[in-house]
């Protein structure tokens, strides 16, 4: 796999807890923009990012509009706005709803394969419906890879399950396991570029 330019992860139904105990497991320094969609009352506020910012010291930012990617960052995708990752930055679109849903994981996670291809890693953890699991395709299906919650150990194993149909030769990872797993693959990533070089 290239060099990881992108994470993007998707909840639902215990998406909270989930996120926590992910960020709780993320380094202080993460050199890769984490986008996260969790799905939430179109009328949510920010508290989303202020609960995700009090367990890691990454930067949470709840996403604005022309929003600049950076690294150590962790963006959160606001309520009832689809999230769209372009080449440096993030835009916000008020299109219909995709599967009942807005932000939709799966148009943010065609989005990051559309725009870095192999260099993508898309996460789905616990949720209650079967959002994300076209964009995981997507992502894999363009090089990128793919991880998922174990669905017999989520709160909601619906949409690890669904994911996993759509994408069977996903990585399945209990919780705790994902974040470590994602400092791996892009030290790895970034390792094998340097000695190709």
């Known amino acids: 796999m290239s060099e990881i330019k992108v994470v993007v992860v998707g909840a639902s139904w215990g998406g909270l807890a989930a996120l926590t105990t992910l960020f709780k497991t993320m380094p202080d320094r993460f050199k890769v923009p984490l986008v996260v969609v969790q799905h939430r009352s179109r009328h949510g506020d920010n508290l ?15 996403v604005e509009d022309k929003e600049p990617l950076e690294p150590d960052s962790v963006y959160v995708a606001p309520a009832n706005y689809h999230l769209l990752i372009e080449e440096d930055h993030l835009s916000l679109t008020t299109d219909p709803l995709v599967r009942f849903s807005r932000p939709s994981i799966d148009v943010t996670f065609m989005s990051a394969g559309d725009v870095y291809r192999d260099c993508t890693i898309g996460v789905i953890l616990t949720g209650a419906n079967d959002d994300g699991s076209l964009g995981l395709r997507h992502i894999v299906d363009l090089g990128g890879a793919a991880i998922v919650q174990n669905p017999t150990t989520a709160e909601s194993s619906s949409m690890p399950a669904a994911a996993l149909r759509a994408v069977p030769e996903a990585e399945v990872l209990e919780l705790p396991m994902i974040g470590p797993r994602l400092v791996q693959m892009v030290a790895n990533s970034g390792r094998r570029k340097r000695r190709a070089g």
């Open 48 to 62: 989303l990012a202020v609960l995700l910012q009090d367990v890691t010291r990454l930067r949470v930012i709840d």
